[in-house]
Structure formats: C-alpha cells, structure tokens
C-alpha cells in the first residue's frame, strides 16, 4: 500500500463516525452489530477467529505429543530426503527433527496469537495516546494547539511514509533478537496508524453541534474531549484494531521467518517454522504448507471481521 | 584452514552436503560408473585412488563457484579452495604431494628442491630454489621474491588483510616490521635472510616444527617486488606455475592459460593436463550442481558438496551414487562449556554432559551418516595425530542416563541445572544439532536455553568474548573448526592453547587454559622428529579430553561429485577433502 492510499483509508475510516448526523454513538453500534449479525463476512470471519482463540488458549494442554521433543528422530533421513508425511499418530507428520508437526501447530498458534495482540496492544494505546492529544489540541487547543498538532502529525506522517515491514525489521535488527522485540517492533508500526486515526476522528466530532453546545456551557476543555468527543470518536478504532491484528500476525510471522524473532528455535511458532520447512521444501512441502495456511487463515479472519465492522459502520456502503 | 572464514564455507555448503554411502562404505553402482583402468568406478572410489586416471593433455577445464573468493592473490587469502586453487598459477616453497588418501597429506618440495632444514632447536629453517623456474615474462624466481611475498602478505594488513599471520607470529622481530609498504628500507625483515639468489633462510623466535606446513601457504609463492600493486596485484597476477592470467574479472571469472616459460622439468608436483582453465564466480548455488549433474563443468570450485536439494537426484540411483566421494572435510563439530561459567567451573559437571549429550541424535539432526561421523576425539582422523579414542563411550552413542546423573550427583547438582547454549542464528544445521543437543540434556534435568547469534560476530561479541560470555552465562557453546594445516597443532592450538584466549574473537570458547595443554604443545611443535611429533598430538587431544570441556560431536563430511568428463580426480585430505585441483583434468576436447 502506498503512503497516500494509506493515510487515505485511514483518514475515510475517521470519518465514519462523523457521517451519521443524527444517531448517537450507542445507536450507531447496535445498527451496526445487527447489521454485522447479517454480514456473511462477518460470520466467516468470527468462526476463523473464534476457532483460532480457541486454539491458542487450549493448545498446549491438547497436543497430542511434546512440541520440543525430537520422538521420531529415527524416522527421518534428510540425507536421502525421506520425511514422514501425515499418519495417524501425526496428524500432520513429522518435521525435519522428527517432532509432532500437529502439537508443534497447536503450540505455535499461541504465540502467535500473544505476538498479535500484545503488539497490536502496543500500538493501540501509544497511537491512541497521541491521537488524543493531537485532536484535542487542534479542535480546542486555538492557534498554539494546532502547531502542535501539526508537529505530531507531520511526525506520523514520516512514520507512515516507511514500508511497515522496513520499519518493523529495522527496529527489530537495532534491538536485537527476541520475542519482546518482535512485539514492540510490529507494536510501532502500528502507532501513527491509530494516532492519525483518532485524531481524525476527533476532529470530524470537533466541529458537531453538541460540542459547541458544551463548550457554550462553559464545560472545562479537558472534560468536553473525554466525556463528550472521545466516546464519540472511538468506532473506527475498534474497527483498525480487528483489521490490525491480521497485519501483526503476518509481520510477527515475517520477522520471525527472517530469523529476527523468539531466539530459541525450538519454541513452535508459525513463522518459525515456516523459515525451517523451507531448507526442505523440495522433499517435504507440507512442511511449510502448514504454518503457511495457519497465518494466512487466521489473518484472512482478522481482515474479513475488520472490513465487515467496517462496512457496517460505513452509511455510505449500506445495500 | 581458516577457522572463521574456512568454516563460514564448511558451515553452510559442508553442513548441506550428504552422501552416497555409510561411512566409507561403497556400494557397487551398478550404472555407467566411469571406467577407472577398466575397472567400473564406485561411490568413494577417489578417497583412496586416482579415479579415471589420465596422462591425455588438452581440453578446458571449468570450475564454478556459487560465491567469490576473499581474494585470487596468493598473498591475500585465507580460503581453503583458494590455497587449492592458487597453486595452478603459484609456487610454493612446499606443498602437499598429489595423491590419493593419506598420502596427500605428505608434504613435498616445490619450489625449494628439499624439505626445509631445520635447525636442532627447530628455530632456523633452510631452504634450497630450484634453478630455472620461470614467470610468465621470462625472467626468473630468485629467494628475493619469496622473502617479499611473504612480508607483504603478513606485514602489510593496510593493503592485504585476508590471509593468516602465522609467518608474523613466529619471525624473530614479527612484531617490529611494518611490512613492505611502509617499511621502504631495501633489507626488509632482517629475519628472513637470503644470502643468495637460491637460498632463503628464516629465523623464528620460538621452535616450530610444522614449519613446513607453513612454507606450502599460498603466502610462500613468490612475488617480484617490481610488479607489486598491493591490493591491485590481484588483478595482474604475477605467475610462477604452469598457467597465467589470460583474464580476470573481479568478482565474475577468471581465465588461466598455459604459461610458456613453465618447465616441467624444475616441477615434479604439477600434470597440468589441461589447456585452459576457466573459473566463474556467483553462479546459483543450484545452478552450480545441476551443471556438475549435467557434465557441463568439471568441478564446484568451493568443494564443500552437493547441496542437500540436489542430493536426493544422486542418492537415489545407484549409477549416479558411484559418482560421488563422501570424505571427511577435516573439520570438527563439538560442543564448547565454559570452564568459566558455572557448574561448568566443575569438572563432574562437565563430566554428566558428555555421558548425556546423545551424538547418534546430533548425526540424525544433522541429516545422517552421510553428513558426518559421530566423534569421540578433538582431532578429526584426517589430521596428523588422529588417534582414535573414545574416553566417555555410551552405546550407540546414545548417551548413557544414568552415567551423567552420577556425576551431576558429584557435581552437586543432582536434579540438573538450567544453563544457555548459543548457536549460529543463519546456520540452520548448527541449530538442528543445537536442538537434538538441548533435547539429551533434558533427559537428565539440564535445561538448556538456546540463544542464537550472527554468525559474523559470534566470536568478535558472543561467544569468542569471554566477558560475554560470563556475563550472559553461555555456559554451553556450538562451535566448528577445522585446521590451518592439517597436524594436531594447526588444529588444536587456537582451541584448546591458553594463550588463545583473548578478550574478543577468540577461538578458544571453553578458556581451556589447563598446564599440562599447554605444556605439552609447546613441547611437542619444539619437536623436530615428525614421528614422535605426531605422537604429541595424540596425547594433547588426550589431555584435553581429561579435561571434559568440549563434547565432540560431528567429523564433518561432503558429498562431492565427479562428471563423467573429469579425470585425474582425487580427494586430497591436505585441503579440507576437496579433490586435488593440481590433479584434475578432462577428456572433453
């Protein structure tokens, strides 16, 4: 995505909330959700991640064998490019070390769950922190708030300027490798997105009528953003964090595939193990088949959820 | 030979490799195996022969390379294929004899006309030119130019900073000369004398009796001082062998040629069957053994083997498996434990790991047999000294519980302990065999975490930096190595020598600074009998060995491929198991 497409769609997501005249913030929602019951992307999306959660939380105690432990390192001869492919002991075979492909699955799904959320988390709240200064500044702040909102923006914008993906492994690479770099690495990324998208958001409240009833009451500024704009201006942000889980998941999963992650290689996780199954991927695809269809699947549940949120929250996409 | 820059290639392309046979076990192949004096040849043949013999001159011999060399200049270079690959256009004052199996290890006079002479005390070495030998412009090599070559390959890091400094080290006033560059005085290093034309002599500040494993580097070739570019030397090579420089393009290919001024009769060392030899840089590494499958080239110049995709194409029929040689590449996998970080401070600790570690499942994770032997000595059995021993057996070297439990109970931690192991985060064998490692020692209640690191400063910041290590308690360290020179000081000395320790880029990970080590290789490279210094070797990997500080793990091995078109092929043990480059030809004409 290109750095103009992508400020664009964020600043048209800002929007939303600021589109529908006449419903309130809680209204919005419920015509939103009853809408969203009926989206058939909404659905879909909801079973992946429901089932995905579930997986993630349960995994461990359910997998069948050791994810670490190399059981059936007598099975496999890489010399002579002889794998074990899926049986009824392994559900989906062994890998390169002779361990459980389907616990080593199962295990991996929580780390990349934790590695999604928590940096989705990171992004979320320091986005969100700086967004909220920004809109509160320029809506309310008179002249000397709107250069600092300038300044901020501009700042977000250079970060938005860069590749994420450049980024993220750049910070990763200065920071050294680990599972908390990966976390704050794609965390950063995700930062000027939900800044630029709050304050858009704010901004577009800023100029409604029942803030200038407040602020003609004589309400504190303070107390106007955080009772009155900032609940209003919160949509869009749930709908960029579904939608941004699915990118930290594939970011995490890319960082780790380039060797940046968790620094032990016998901890299961789906990037992982996609960048070990492909030294064999001539004699054992299925290897890297399996990693590779959790991420995509998974992230393909994110994207669908967000962009059903999304178009129920959109008036102007309404069939 | 060289420990970084060498095992950077063993690692990657050797950790890839596999092979036809079980340990030097042959199989009949029964396909169009190439006929070897009528006889069909078979999978490893040319570890103890020369397979496909010939005397038939003519043709273009062609290697490839999936990478570039540190350097084509025998005075920059620290690469085992380069020493290999040099001597088609360089002379050495020695070098190893051209022939199959351990014979190749011999070493033989080249340039000089006898072995060096050595003083009583092994301090003074004597060498004799042979008369007549010709560059390519005629004019001919005098001891002058070998004394330059070797001040500017060791003195002169501003211009040439490749190749090793052994020469450096053990000159008497090493450490005073500024190199050739700087040092514009016409005498050079007062050291290496050379009283005439034919006669060089050097003088060491300490005995060294490997001394002419020294003379057969790459560094002895000699250079007129005349045509010396420093650094742009490289790129018109002055040639005293059989070929010449037709051309070279830095970083792409090389074309060598006959040399007109060569003399069979001043070389006993070189056939020199071919006509022209071409060398191209960069090829895909797939590319490359598709095009050795396919007898389009004659030989993969890096000479660590097939890759592990293109070994299941040769593995698995028979007439193809008959054309491949799996021999030891000289180098050594093991296990380093800090004898600095505790409970590895305790010798019964270090003791439970080597009855725990389980090598069978290290060799599985390694990709096999074919891959590697499991090791039970420091010295691989291609390096002189090798002697085979196993002080901490356990049957089928699966490791032996109960053993390791005994002395983690002497050791008084009788429930285990958790500890770090490091690996080489972009060598992903390294970390296959790190992984089987942690797994073993699980058994027993030692928890190993591992923690991966660049290779390129794993031992300037990680593992080869003791404060590092300390501080981060890498207690168990994967380490590779193979030797400069293959004799038991080449390689153990770097390793096991107390004086190897240093505060960064050390390769004595384990900080093994134990007297009577140390001892007995000081008095063993003062040892001028070959015989009975030999023997020290063994003795050394012994002592070592009581000390427990390092597992080994692996002998390396490569499964290397010889086309239909090469002849003359044979593995020479002196070069990391690579096939003798001096050897080779072709009947393609």
Redesign the interface.
Known sequence: MTTSTKAAKIERLAELTAQNETSSGASLWREAFRRLKTSKMAIIGGVVIAAFIVMAVVGPWVAPHSP???TW??E??????EFVGPRGENWFGLD???RDMFSRFLVGARQTLLVGVVSMLIGLIIGAVIGVVSGAAATLGGAAGRRVDTVVMRITDIMLALPSLLLAASIAAVMG?SLTTVMIAVGVVQIPIFARLLRGSMLAQGSKDYVLAAKSLGIRKRRIVVTQILPNSLSPVIVQATLSLATAIIEAAALSYL?LGN????VPEWGVMLS?AQ??F??APMMAVYPAVGIIITALGFTLLGEAMREALDPKLRG | MKTKKVTAVIGTALALA??ASACGGSDDGDGDGKKNNGKKAVADAALEAVVNQSTERGGTVTFEHSDVPDSLDPGNTYYGWVQNFSRLYGRSLTSFKPAAGAEGLEIVPDLATSLGKPSADAKTWTYQLRKGVKYDDGSEVTSKDVKYAVERSNFAPEALSNGPTYFKAYLEGGDKYKGPYKDKSPEGIASIETPDDHTIVFKLSKPFADFDYLATFSQTMPVPQAKDKGAEYVKNIVSSGPYKFESYNEGRNAVLVRNPHWDKKTDPVRPALADRIEVKFKVNPTTVDQHLLNDQITVDAAGTGLQ??S??KV??KSAEKAKTDNPYAGALTYLAMSTKVAPFDNVECRKAVQYAVDKA?VQ????????GDVASTMLPPTVNGYVKADMYPTEGNKGDEAKAKEHLGKCGQPNGFTTNLSAR??R?DE??MA??V??SLERVGIKA?????PSGKYFANFAGNPSYVHEHKLGLMMMAWGADWPTGFGFLDQIVNGSAIKPSGGNNLMELDDPKVNAALGEGIGMTDADERTKKWGEVDKLVMETASAVPLIYRKNLLYRPDSATNVTVTQAYLGMYDYLLIGTDKK
């Open positions: 670490k432990a190399l390192k007598d496999v001869f890489l010399n002579r490019g390169h070390l002779g490798q060797g620094p032990d290689p016998s070990q030294r064999f001539d004699n | 596999l092979t592990t995709k070994q299941p593995l698995t499942s599985q994770a390694l990709g096999g047999d074919t891959k985060a972009d992903p970390i296959s992984t089987a942690k797994a975490e591992i923690k991966t690191f």
